[in-house]
Structures are given as C-alpha cells and as structure tokens.
C-alpha cells in the first residue's frame, strides 16, 4: 500500500514541478541556486509551489496566465514546499513579516521582499481572480517586457 502512495506521490510532484517550468519558471533546489536567483538585479517572481489541491487547480494556472501582461517581472523562479526545504526554507527567509505559506507567490526587487499573495488570497478563488492580483502587482513594481 505505502508503495503504491509513494509512487503516485512522486508522479504528483513530478507532474507539478513540470507545469511550473513550462510556464517558464526556474527550478531552485537548493540554498545556493536560491541566494543566486535573489541576488540578480531587478524584479524577481517567486512561485512558492506545493502539492495542495489549490496549487495545482489555482496557483499554477495563474502563474502561467499571468505572464501575458505588458508589464512583468524580470525573473521567474520558483521553490518547491516540502520536496526541496532548505531551497524553501532560504526563500521564506527573504519574506520577512510573512509567515510561511504555501502555495504563495513573492515578488522581490533586488532580493528585497516587495509584497506576497498567500495561499489566504489563492484558496477559495478561481485562477482568474490570482491572474488579476498577481497583474495588479506587476503593474506596481514592474517595467513593461
């Protein structure tokens, strides 16, 4: 039985990880890509990615959708809670007066924490309502691509 779970688990995540790097999201596994990534100059969006129910039927989707607005961040990437922890764990300290929140997005300006949608404003909406949030943001804080 735990076999069975565990496959189907690593097909979940696996399958998650996929649809954020096709939408055109960087991996970040480990401390150092992460530190690397919030170091880069100008706007940073990070997907904080999980395998709830709400990140994949909500979050993901309007990660992906998001991107078609004039304005943008100049980095996508994204960290993965409860696969990669100490990559996530290096992330959430970046998100300081935000606890942590999964799936949430953070968009950063030279490493330094902007604003956050936390999985507050994500659970309970429909895609097109993060969409309009996440836009609203990138309106704020960013240059047009």
Known sequence: MSMNFNFFMNDVVKQAR???????????????EVEE??????????????????????ARPAAAHALHNDKRPDHLVTVFAGQD?????????????YPPSSPSFALLK??????????????????ATVVAK???EFDQYCEEI
């Open 18 to 32: 996929e649809e954020i790097v096709t939408a055109g999201y960087k991996e970040l596994k480990t401390p150092a």
């Open 37 to 58: 990534a919030f170091a880069q100059k100008g706007t940073t969006l990070v997907m904080i990615n999980s395998v709830c129910g709400c990140a994949g039927g909500i």
């Open 85 to 97: 922890k100490e990559a996530t764990e290096t992330a959430r300290s970046y998100f300081t007066g």
């Open 110 to 127: 030279d490493g330094k924490i902007l604003t956050m949608i936390e999985r507050h404003q994500i659970e309970g909406f429909d895609p």
């Open 134 to 136: 996440l836009q609203g």
